[in-house]
């Protein structure tokens, strides 16, 4: 079972218990909502872009542990960013959990977020972990509804 | 909570000479590791396996009889018709289905809907008409019939249920009326494993003249299905959840319906005669049979229901049964673990939720430890919506399955909780 203590790390079972920045957004100016019609997971991305900066963000809605701690820890990632900043690192995070990019080798921004990187052992749970980035990416660039394959 | 005594329908006789370990034999896919472990397959609602016996008869067809059917008149064609026709015969003993043209091969439940959707419903529903579903469907009994809704300008009415997931009768006495053209109800649950009283249901409908639909793709593996006994006017079912491979599957009408139908797809093998200004359509079943089917899949559910018939059915539902009171009774017993669907009439599906704890994420540490169920909507979306729940884990079972299994199960379940603590 190491594959899968990999998976569930403790910090990922702490922020799917305890999830940060879990609540609607008054100040909001640009949301998206996000679905994965396979297993029924979706959220709502709530960003407050100011001067292209992340001035703040955080997110709601229901999906399971690798969803929610991914959901989580991105609004902590990306919470004071630039918007090209937070591409680069939605960029990042994508090519790591499918497995398009070794974050031991290769220099990137991710810090923390590398503890994602077991889901590449488990394709089917990828699109848990991507689903908030592509709805974040979604809520930058003005679309309203993402779905994932 | 339902008494454990009463879940299955059918008269459980004892099980008692079920040599569960002999039948495994019969399935060779049952004989492997996944992730280190002995594989323990229980998700038998979504596709069950396939024993020796079918996939040695497909290989057969395939080795030694393929060739096209219903044209040739060469020795293989005519091979191949034979068995072809012969799985047929085989299906309508199945079911006890008056005439084997009554019986059309589809690729599966799904396909056999629709047929009826377009053959049927396109023909005889119309503005203002009214087809009553139930709130357990599957999408596969819903989507087709909204379609034909939004086409037709008719409107769908759906039977609620109770908080054990059975259907409220009283409310469906109040949904008909004379605006009622069409009735498609499932037989079992696949979400919830409910079975419901569908001989009752369609009773009640024809008092108003309308035709039911029966979605058997639960029920016909697991329980004794008679057409007539039921007197359901269509009656659609799946081969890949009977033991037999994909691509296989059966929709029954009664002959006079069919006939009056439009036909389904248009092409060869359905029509007598095609000139530029009119075709002729085939007489039933050839009438819904457009273009080369999957042979080799249907005589594999011929086979398929040999196996059955050989290792008894009655004999095989009255074990399914004892496995799910064992499964009802272990997972019940699990502090945090809640099951969802406690009808009195059941069988064969186990649907949980455990509090705080995603069925996805069951379903990955389950995985991990070889156990295959099923974790989502279970292709019914407003069930899952009735129990306010976004998915359960649902575990289900065959004949091949065992208590061992189930304690394996149980097990993982605890080690989940614990995970997640």
């Not at chain 1, 407050?48 to 969803?67: M, N, P, R, Y």
């Not at chain 2, 030694?64 to 219903?70: D, G, K, L, V, Y």
């Not at chain 2, 409910?194 to 309308?210: D, F, L, M, Q, S």
């Amino acid at each position: 079972m190491s594959e899968l203590s990999e998976l569930y790390q403790a910090v990922i079972l702490d922020h799917n218990k305890k999830p940060r920045n879990f609540h609607k957004l008054e100040t909001a100016n640009h949301t998206a909502e996000g679905f994965n019609p396979l297993c029924g997971d979706q959220l709502t991305v709530y960003l407050q872009l100011e001067d292209d900066t992340v001035k703040d963000i955080s997110f709601e809605g229901h999906g399971c542990a690798i969803w929610k701690a991914s959901a989580s820890m991105m609004t902590q990632a990306v919470k004071g960013k630039s918007k090209q900043e937070a591409e680069l690192l939605f960029n990042e995070f994508h090519r790591m959990v499918t497995g398009q990019f070794d974050e031991e080798t290769e220099p990137n921004q991710l810090g923390r977020l590398t503890i994602f990187a077991g889901v590449r052992e488990f394709p089917v749970r990828v699109k848990c972990a991507t689903l908030s980035w592509h709805t974040m990416h979604a809520a930058l660039n003005n679309q309203e509804l993402v779905s994932t394959e | 909570m339902a008494t454990l005594e009463q879940l299955i329908p059918i008269k459980p006789k004892p099980s008692k000479g079920w040599d569960v370990e002999r039948i495994r034999k019969d399935f060779p896919v049952l004989r492997q590791t996944v992730n280190g472990r002995p594989l323990v397959y229980l998700d038998n609602a979504a596709s069950s396996q396939v024993p020796v016996m079918v996939i040695e008869r497909g290989a057969q067809y395939i080795e030694q009889e393929h060739s096209n059917i219903h044209r040739g008149v060469h020795y293989l064609s005519m091979k191949a018709t034979t068995a072809y026709e012969g799985a047929r015969e085989k299906v309508k003993r199945f079911i006890n289905a008056r005439e084997s043209k009554e019986c059309i091969f589809v690729r599966g439940a799904t396909e056999g809907i629709n047929l009826v959707m377009h053959g049927y419903g396109r023909k005889f529903i119309g503005a203002g008409d009214e087809i009553i579903i139930s709130a357990m469907e599957h999408h596969s009994n819903i989507v087709p019939w909204q379609m034909l809704c939004e086409e037709k300008n008719a409107r769908l009415r759906v039977i609620p249920m109770n908080d054990a997931g059975e259907l409220l009768m009283d409310e469906y006495d109040a949904l008909l009326n004379e605006k009622t053209k069409f009735v498609a109800v499932t037989h079992v649950s696949n979400a919830l494993g409910t079975v419901n009283p569908v001989k009752e249901i369609i009773e009640r409908a024809h008092k108003y003249g309308v035709p039911v639909l029966i979605d058997g793709a639960q029920s016909a593996p697991h329980m004794r299905v008679d057409v007539q006994d039921l007197d359901c006017d269509f009656f659609a079912f799946s081969g890949h959840k009977m033991f037999a491979p994909t691509g296989s599957g059966i929709v029954y009408g009664k002959a006079a319906l069919l006939e009056k139908m439009n036909p389904f797809q248009g092409g060869g093998d359905m029509i007598k005669s095609v000139t530029f200004e009119k075709t002729i359509y085939a007489d039933l079943p050839n009438k819904f049979e457009a273009g080369t089917p999957a042979i080799a899949s249907q005589i594999g559910l011929g086979a398929a229901i040999d196996y059955l018939s050989i290792i008894g059915r009655e004999k095989a539902a009255a074990y399914e049964h004892e496995l799910l009171v064992y499964a009802t009774e272990r997972l019940s017993a699990i502090e945090g673990v809640r099951i969802i669907g406690t009808a009195r009439e059941k069988i064969g599906v186990l649907s949980f939720v455990i509090d705080d704890i995603h069925p996805h994420d069951i379903g990955t540490i389950l995985d991990q430890a070889g156990i295959a169920i099923r974790a989502g909507h279970h292709c019914a979306q407003p069930v899952m919506k009735r129990f306010n729940v976004p998915a359960t884990a649902r575990a289900s079972f065959a004949f091949y399955n065992t208590k061992e299994e189930i304690d394996t199960l149980a097990t993982a379940i605890e080690q989940v909780i614990e995970v997640f603590g």
